[in-house]
């Protein structure tokens, strides 16, 4: 059979789809990308994702050393996301799917 592949917990492909296969992990490391924000900023680039979601897609990124949660002892309490070297690799991989989807899709951006 072709791409017979076994799939399974050790798989490098599973192990990954793990760390980034839910619907907005992607989208908040993109998001992100090569700036620090604060989450209400995170939130308004997302435009449909709870605050709910966000929250705990964002608390699960921290925990894979994907993002870096720095909270500041001020009032209100501010609190940034950075992306991590980690995520900066991984940010450059979705740059590069980014790409190829616009390469291939039909799909066209309108201004």
């Not at 990308?33 to 897609?57: A, D, H, N, P």
């Not at 990124?61 to 609190?79: A, K, M, S, T, W």
């Not at 790409?99 to 799909?107: C, P």
Request: overall charge positive.
């Amino acid at each position: 059979m072709k791409n017979d592949i076994f799939i399974c917990h050790n798989c490098p492909m599973t192990r990954t789809m793990a760390t980034i296969g839910t619907k907005w992990k992607p989208i908040i490391i993109y998001a992100i990308g090569l700036k620090t924000l604060r989450f209400g900023e995170i939130f308004v680039r997302m435009e449909i994702i709870s605050k709910k979601v966000l929250t705990q897609q964002l608390k699960e990124l921290v925990e894979d050393n994907i993002i870096i949660r720095q909270e500041y002892n001020e009032v209100p309490l501010r609190v940034e996301y950075t992306l991590t070297e980690k995520g900066i690799e991984l940010l450059k991989i979705l740059n590069q799917l980014s790409l190829w989807n616009q390469k291939y899709s039909d799909y066209k951006v309108t201004e």
